[in-house]
Each structure stands twice: as C-alpha cells, then as structure tokens.
C-alpha cells in the first residue's frame, strides 16, 4: 500500500467532525430551521478565505508601519504584525466586536428570556461569523454547550486533591491540561488526517472546552471556598446561567451580571498576553486545551487579569488604613503612598487605550441601575474622580485611565462573591470565547508557525554603526 494511500484510509476511519457536530446538534436543539454555527462557519468561510487571497496577493508587499529599537525593547508596542478577525481595539473609543461597540452588542445581541444583558453565547457566535445571531441560534448553542458539558473523572480527581492554597488560576491550567486527553484535534493528527480540515477538530475541541469550563470552574470555587459539592448543568439554561448557579448563585440580577460579565471580558484584540499566548501556542498545531491552558498562565499576571484581584485588594486595604469612608484626600494620600512604594494603582492604566475603558463603564451603569448605594460601589466611583488626576501629576502613564478590572470585583462583592484570589477564574472562562475563536480561524486560514525574527543588543548596535 502506498503512503498516500494508507493515509486516506486512516482519514476515513475517523467520523468527520462535521457529522459529529451535525449529529449532536440534532439531537440537542428544538428548532430544526435555525442553523448550527459549524453549519454557518461552513457557509461563510469560503467568502472569508477568498478575500484573505486577494487582500495578500493585492497588498501582500506592503507595508504596515515601521519598527523601532524602542518598539522592540518596548514590548512590540504598537508593531502591527497580527492578524485578529474577531476584535480590533481603538485607543479613543475601546473594543468593537467584529465592527460592534460594547452598547451596540447589548443593544442586539439576544438576551435571556428572564434577562436585559447579552447572552455570551451570542458574542461568540459574533467573534466566529462576524453575524450577529437570532434567539433561536443561541439558544442552539446553549444547548450544544449544555450537552458537551460533562467533565471526566481523572479531571475532577485532581481538582479535588488540589490544595485549597493552590492559586485558582493554577488549579485553572492544571484542570485544562488534564482535560486535553480529549483532545480530538490531537487524536484526528495522529492519525494523519488531512490538513484541510485542521480546522474542524479544532472547532470540536474549541466547542467542547467551553462547554466544560463551567464545571471547572466551579469545582474550583467549590472545592477552594465552599463544601466542594457541585450541582449539575442544566441543559434549558444558558451557559452564564448555568455557571452562576454552579458557583452556587440564584439572584436573578447576578446571573444577569454574569452573562454581561462573559461577554465584555471575551475579547481585547489579538496582541493582549492571553490572546497572543493562544494564537502563537497554536500556531505549533498545539490543541485548544493547550492553547488556552497556556493562555491562562498568562491571564494570570498582575499586570493582565490578575489585576482583578488586586484592585480588589488595593480598596479593601484602603478601607482598612484609612477607614470605611475615606474622605478624597486620604485616598489621595493612600494612591501616593502606593506610587511612591514603586507599585502600580491596579485597574488603572493600559497598554493601547487611552479614554476610559467602555467595558468599565457599562460595569458602572449596570451598578447604577443595580447597587447606585452600594458603599464599595461608592469609594469605585471616588477612585474615579481621584485617581486620573493623581495619575496625570505622576507623570509616567499614557492613559490614567480605569480599564475594566477596576470595576469587577465590586459588583462580585455585592452579590456575595467576595473571595477576590477567583476573579481571574471568571475573567477567564469569559476569555476563552476570544482567544478560541481565534485558534480556530488561524486553523480555517491556515496561518503558519509564528516566528517572528529576534535581535541581541550587538545586533541593534552592528545595525547602526558598522558601516
Ligand atoms: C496595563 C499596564 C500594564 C500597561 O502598561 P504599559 O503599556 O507599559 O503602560 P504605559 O506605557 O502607560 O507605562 C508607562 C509607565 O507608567 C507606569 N504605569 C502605567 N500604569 C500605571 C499605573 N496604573 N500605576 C502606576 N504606574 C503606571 C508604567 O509602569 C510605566 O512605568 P516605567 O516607565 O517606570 O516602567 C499598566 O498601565 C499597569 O500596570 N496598570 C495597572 C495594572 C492593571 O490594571 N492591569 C490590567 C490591564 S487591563
């Protein structure tokens, strides 16, 4: 037998990821009319790989800027040498989704029945077709979401011997890692499936890692704060829903915050440490469960998403030094004795944007219409009068500006959710829409291995002054 020939066998002795998604899809959803989103993806890529061609045989020369020494000892900022389809981030005006600002998403993405705020399903079928779906699709994909929703036992067992000391996010990666046993892309590679359809196991793995992270998370937040008991998905409720109340949460206005809280935590564009770890993670054909577990490794840092947690920690220190009501000029005080201890005000500042972060301030109008009287809600809204203005005299930062990890957390507390070393969890799960949908278009357009070219300090210098 030829080698081309044993190969197309072993293709054939995989089920093609499409029956699989068809067959569930079937089985799982009320209205047979609407299409699945794997049906939909398969409707518009070949459109989107069309004009992929003609944009890189038109423009495929061109420039897109030029880099500097400092650009390169400077974190790349600013280097356009990414592509994203899902999200693309203006410094004045914040995030727009597929060309969609953070109100326009509230305004027409499908909201629970029960519900005012977007259903993060909807965001995601957004960030993968660049359509915003009906009802009656998201309710498809809750319920796809629900039924590829069951975790495995080995994945559970090692949850449940984590020390409750173990860092959430760590317990995170851990869990992930473990779950990539069900990697289908991985299994359909060794086998030899063909290159084209790449893309499909990864879609499968991508759906499936959504669907189980609610239960991840969860056992996570029950084993570390709670009784370790976790209940069970409910396959007629959403995916925020479902997550708010394995967490152990039934008020109706914090499930709503949830679903707000997955979808505008989602994605930031592409070159973000978590977004850009899942894009170069997979563009070594790693699967999504590595792609996202090492994109979590990511999220975990101070200055990424952990900054949650520390905002968190920076008010409740305040409050403890200086009082339950600081008056501005003892929060004044208290920002300079952090800058002056050479440490950032977390929730402040960002690498591209230089306006107030939208994602922060439809938090803001959700805790006026919900919790306007909330104390810590009141000392948030304090910070913002003080804050920008003490940022400016410092003189360091481009945007003293809060981005959104300085409102989370209290909206969190209000409703009881007060262990603040989780946030990132949940800062997390919601990310997992972005950076996925992501690895699974680099597969659809067949990006190659990411390598971009590295200088020493000698290079730098050969390059200007040896003549
Ligand atoms: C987000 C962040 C990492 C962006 O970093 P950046 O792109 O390097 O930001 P800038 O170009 O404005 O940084 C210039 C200087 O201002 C400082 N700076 C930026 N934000 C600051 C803040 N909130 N508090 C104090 N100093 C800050 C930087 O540390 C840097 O100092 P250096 O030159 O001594 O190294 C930074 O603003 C920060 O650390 N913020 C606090 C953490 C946070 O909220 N992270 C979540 C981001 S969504």
Redesign the pocket.
Known sequence: MTRGRSTIAIVRSIPSAADVSRRLYASQTTSVAAKSLKEKLVEIIPSKVEEVKYVRTTYGSKPLGSVTVDMAY??M?GIKGLIWEGSVLDPEEGIRFRGYTIPECQKLLPAAEDGAEPLPEGLFWLLMTGEVPSATEVKGLSAEWAARSSIPAHVIDILDRCPNTLHPMSQLALAVNALQHESKFAKAYAQGVHRNSYWEYIFEDTMDLIAKLPLVAARIYRNVYKDGTVGEIDPKLDWGANYAKLLGYSDKNFIDLMRLYLTIHSD?EGG?VSAHTAHLVGSALSDPYYCYAASMNGLAG????L??Q??LRWVLKMQKDVGLQPTDEQVKEYIWK??KGG??????????LRKT?PRYTCQREFALKHLPNDPLFKLVSQLYNI?PAV?TE?G?????WP????HSGVLLQHYGLVEEDYYTVMFGVSRSLGALAGVVWDRILGLPIERPKSLSTQDVRNMFEKK
């Open positions: 400077g974190g900022r930031h973000n101070p200055l990424h998403g900054a949650n520390e905002v952090t800058l440490q950032v005000v977390p929730g402040y500042g960002h690498a591209v972060d804050v940022l410092h360091k930062t481009k945007n003293p981005n959104v990890d300085a």
